[in-house]
C-alpha cells in the first residue's frame, strides 16, 4: 500500500477535480494522505523539549507504548480493535485500520507531552499558581495534525487549527474512556460569548493500563509530582509574584469590609445588648461566612507552619488534617450562639 512520488517533470494524477498528491499503488483507493503502513509518521512529531530536567519515568513509558500501538494494537485493546458488531470469520474482533491506529499513536504523543501528573490535567503550572489548560490547536501542531483556515479576526492571514482527522482520534478517546473534555467560554463585553481552551483529562485508569503501572506505583509518581508543583508556587513570593490564593483572600476580605446597606441604614445606632437569660437565637448566614473565612484563614495559617511553605495544590488534602471542617460541617456546629 506504500504510494510512490511521481518522478521530475510528472505531473500528478487527479482524483476528482483535486491533484492526486500521493500517485502510486492507492490511486483509486481513497489513501490520499500519503500513509505508510509499515512505518510510524515520526516524521510528524515536533514535540518540545523540556526546558529544566526531564518528563517523569510515567510520562516516557506513555509515550513508548504509544509507539509500540501502532504496530501492536494488542498494547491497548480497548484503541486497537472494533469493540461494536464488526468482527472476523473466526469471531474475533476486527482490528482498527492502520492509518487510525497511527492518528491515535499521535494524538497520545501530544497528550502525554504535555500532561500534569500531579493533576492529569493537560497543560502547565504558571508561577502565580494559576493552571494554563493547551488548545487542542496547539496539541495538534506538536504531532503535525493541522490545516490552514480562514481567520476572521485576520482574514489575510490564515491560521493553523486541528485537522479532521485529529477530531476523530480525540472522539475514539473519549469513547474509550481515556480522557474527558469540560468545554469552557468567557463573554465579552457585547454579551457574546468566545471560547476558552477546554480542561481536558486523562483517566488514572487508563494511564494505568497503558504503562502497565501499579497503583501504589503511580500515587507515589504522582506524589512526587505534588512536591514539585508545591515547590515550583512556593517560589512565587520571592520573586515577588503575586498568587490565586493571595488574591482570593484579599477579595475575601474586601467582601467582608464592605458595608451592607443595613449597615448602613442603622449606623448611628447602637447594637442592642445581648441578654443572657433569652434563648439563643440563630445567627445570620453572613456572620457565619465572616466566621467561616476566619476558620479557613487560622486553618491555612497553621498548614503553612506546619509545611514550611504555603501548601498549593493540596491546600485541600491537607485541609482536614489541620483541623479544617466543611462549610456544612462549620454551619451546623455554629448554627446558635
Not at 526531564?54 to 501502532?70: G, N, W
Request: a positive charge; aromatic letters at 8%.
Amino acid at each position: 500500500m506504500t504510494d510512490l512520488t511521481p518522478e521530475i517533470g510528472q505531473v500528478a494524477p487527479m482524483w476528482g477535480r483535486r491533484p492526486y498528491s500521493h500517485p502510486g499503488k492507492n490511486l483509486g483507493t481513497g489513501n490520499r494522505c500519503g500513509h505508510n503502513p509499515e512505518k510510524f509518521a515520526a516524521d510528524r512529531l515536533a514535540l518540545p523539549k523540556v526546558k529544566t530536567g526531564h518528563l517523569p519515568a510515567v510520562l516516557k513509558t506513555a509515550i513508548k507504548r504509544s509507539f509500540e500501538f501502532f504496530a501492536d494494537p494488542d498494547v491497548m485493546a480497548r484503541l486497537g480493535y472494533h469493540r461494536n458488531k464488526k468482527r472476523n470469520k473466526d469471531g474475533s474482533y476486527r482490528k482498527v485500520r492502520s492509518e487510525h491506529r497511527e492518528a491515535l499513536s499521535l494524538v497520545q504523543h501530544a497528550i502525554f507531552s504535555a500532561v500534569d501528573i500531579a493533576s492529569l490535567r493537560i497543560g502547565h503550572w504558571r508561577k502565580d499558581g494559576s493552571f494554563r489548560h493547551y488548545s487542542c490547536d496547539e496539541l495538534a501542531e506538536r504531532v503535525g495534525l493541522t490545516c490552514l483556515e480562514r481567520d476572521p479576526e485576520d482574514p489575510q492571514n490564515p491560521r493553523k487549527v486541528a485537522s479532521s482527522r485529529w477530531w476523530r482520534a480525540i472522539g475514539w478517546l473519549k469513547k474509550a474512556g481515556a480522557i474527558q473534555i469540560f468545554e469552557q467560554y468567557e463573554e465579552k463585553e457585547d454579551g457574546s460569548k468566545r471560547a476558552r481552551p477546554a480542561i481536558k483529562c486523562v483517566d488514572e485508569k487508563f494511564l494505568r493500563l497503558l504503562t502497565r503501572y501499579p497503583a501504589n506505583k503511580l500515587q507515589v509518581a504522582r506524589a512526587k509530582a505534588y512536591a514539585r508543583v508545591r515547590e515550583f508556587v512556593g517560589k512565587a513570593n520571592a520573586f515577588g509574584i503575586q498568587t490565586v490564593q493571595e488574591r482570593k483572600q484579599l477579595d475575601k476580605q474586601l467582601d467582608k469590609t464592605r458595608r451592607s446597606p443595613f449597615q448602613q441604614q442603622f449606623k448611628n445606632q447602637q447594637p442592642p445588648g445581648r441578654d443572657d437569660t433569652a434563648p439563643n437565637a440563630p445567627r445570620s448566614l453572613e456572620y457565619l461566612k465572616g466566621e467561616y473565612d476566619k476558620h479557613c484563614a487560622e486553618v491555612t495559617a497553621r498548614m503553612i507552619a506546619g509545611e514550611g511553605r504555603h501548601p498549593g495544590p493540596r491546600h485541600g488534602l491537607l485541609f482536614p488534617k489541620y483541623g479544617g471542617m466543611t462549610w456544612d460541617a462549620f454551619k451546623q456546629r455554629h448554627a446558635r450562639h
